[in-house]
């Protein structure tokens, strides 16, 4: 039996709801797999807590993280309380940089059941690989002059290695996918940045050459999201850029809800992280209406990034079904609680 | 008998088609309201010109546009022949930042006869003002190291007032529509810039105070964009933004081949510059089948802003007649040639 402890830190808001569900449908999975089983120990970081201690983590709250296999994540975030710059960058960011988890990774994909506001999505399946430590997220900048006169500058900061290994990451997932890598880049526009990238891309391609490619600039890209999704396997992108196009994904998917992520860090010194891409939802917590399929479905990433791909496939056959049959919560359309999809999701789950 | 004297530059490939139908199209527009006639004179920089003389324009190609009350751009570009930094950046970026075209505006609204990709396409009614001067695309930054330890930093530089003005502009439109500004952001994850363009937002929306407004993160406002576009009235955005949004605002409308943009000058010291937001493709050039729309809409944003706003809004119900009767090009589901829908447009002008 192998033993998986999990640090989980359900955040803020709908965190709290949605990360409860995914860790007993972890555990069910756990059940059906037979050879796993799983740890979780939770820590309340999170708005709450910083209005309790002036922080969003303790001191030694990242040595605490460092000897699991794994963060799990919930949301983190309640601008009505706590400024984003001060909880984001004190819990989420941080971890995602002090753990040096260099790389996100976000499906996005046609689901049955949900409804696409595309006309016709289609069959699409695409992957998209976020450069998750530098770019135009780094904390290099300032103001200078007061009133009138005042000046802000942000620095984007490309590294040949930060850039090259989010590239070879995203190449060996499309040699695995189906071939295809697609770079965001904006070089027409932005001059020094992005050529680079460009000129890297285009270097590690040589390593690659079994791999397609294709270039497009940003703008182009973010619209071909939206009319014709289905051309997309594997898509690397800047921090910034990366932002944006999972976002898109997530629309055209039929919902935020749903969206999964994975912060992964490479070099195995700290754990890597998983964390869906809704936000806390301050607005509906507490109603036991939130939608859980994004959490679970991050649990699924957690899954795969442990090696149980075939349990993680089977989690969210499961849980399409699931949504394919109508038992779902309000913001996809339905009228499902979030026990109620979770308890269904585990039932099919063990039979 | 008011005569406009208009510097038209077509460009390159469909540029070359497009442009001509447009300018008949303004012809006849300006017959039908009687009162002012249009001097066109033509000029031939683009990549063809590029490769004769070796540089986009002559020296004194912005003297020459200099005297003109408007420049008429068709597209410029083609990567096969010419880099894209050395025909962008010497022809339309040239323009942009000599003439200080410091916003752009582009719209963009459900557009009867096209067939969106969005399953609701609602009656969406969107404009977009995008600074245009600075941000982002500043040309500030450079590369260091060779090799494995190469570094490339790109500074976006917002200034006060560079910033104030695109707001302002955006504020008063809003304020001539229907009272909602939405302001682009990403100050949760860009912490120098981004936070600054936040303030100077709220300062200036103090001067607004019957305008409403909305902060919203790009990635969201993306996904925004796909998922409920019927919500925005304008959107004020950085120069990267505005690029990224207006592409998705295209994209909406069911094709890049009509979207319209023009190019601001606010001091009165040059011409302002109107231009498609859609580029050369030369892979379709010389068929006669291009999409005139994009450009005939551009000269639509032409006749308002030299203050025909009737014979504009005049026009552009024709455009949108014409679209709707299926008299259209092979890109938006037609099989009309660009000289079918040309004629057609001008038929119904003059009735
Ligand atoms: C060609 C490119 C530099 C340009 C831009 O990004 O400004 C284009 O995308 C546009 O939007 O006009
Ligand atoms: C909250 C924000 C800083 C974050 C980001 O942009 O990285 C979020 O949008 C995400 O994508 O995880």
Chains 1, 2 share one sequence.
């Not at 449908?25 to 939770?42: K, P």
């Not at 963060?71 to 819990?91: I, K, M, N, Q, T």
Request: proline letters at 5%; aromatic letters at 10%; charged letters at 25%.
């Amino acid at each position: 039996m192998k033993l998986l402890e999990v640090a989980v830190i359900p955040g803020d808001g709908i965190g709290k709801e949605v990360v409860p569900a995914a860790l007993e449908v972890l555990n069910a999975a756990a059940d059906v797999h037979g050879g796993i089983s799983f740890r979780f120990d939770s820590f309340p970081w999170s708005c709450d807590y910083y209005e309790q201690h002036g922080k969003m983590m303790p001191e030694d709250g990242l040595q605490t993280l460092q000897n699991f296999e794994a963060v799990f994540l919930g949301a983190v975030g309640d601008p009505a309380r706590v400024p984003d710059h001060v909880s984001l960058w004190g819990l989420l960011i941080k971890i995602r940089r002090e753990f040096q988890q260099v790389i996100n990774i976000r499906p996005a994909k046609y689901f049955r059941g949900l409804s696409s506001p595309l006309l016709r999505p289609n069959d699409f399946d695409l992957l998209v690989v976020r450069e998750n430590s530098e770019g135009e997220y780094s904390e290099i900048g300032g103001r200078l002059h007061k009133g009138d006169d005042e000046i802000a500058i942000q620095n984007a900061v490309f590294t040949r290695k930060g850039t090259e290994r989010a590239m070879r990451y995203a190449f060996d997932l499309a040699r695995k996918r189906r071939g295809h890598l697609t770079s965001a880049t904006k070089s027409n526009g932005i001059v020094y940045s992005m050529p680079f990238w460009d000129e890297v891309f285009k270097d590690v391609h040589k390593d690659y050459p079994d791999v397609q490619t294709t270039s497009t600039h940003i703008d182009a890209l973010a619209a071909f999201f939206v009319t014709k999704p289905q051309v997309f396997d594997v898509v690397v992108a800047s921090n910034l850029f990366g932002d944006i196009l999972t976002d898109i994904g997530a629309a055209i998917m039929g919902g935020i809800g749903i969206a999964p992520a994975a912060n992964i860090n490479l070099n195995g010194k700290y754990p890597s992280m998983f964390e869906p891409v809704h936000g806390s939802a301050p607005d509906i917590y507490g109603l036991g209406i939130a939608n859980p399929i994004g959490q679970i479905w991050t649990a699924k990433m957690m899954l795969d990034h442990f090696g149980y791909l075939e349990l993680g496939q089977h989690l969210l056959d499961v849980v399409e079904s699931v949504t394919y049959d109508g038992i779902k919560t309000k913001d996809i359309g339905g009228s499902a609680t979030t026990r109620e999809v979770t308890s269904e999701i585990i039932r099919r789950l063990q039979k």
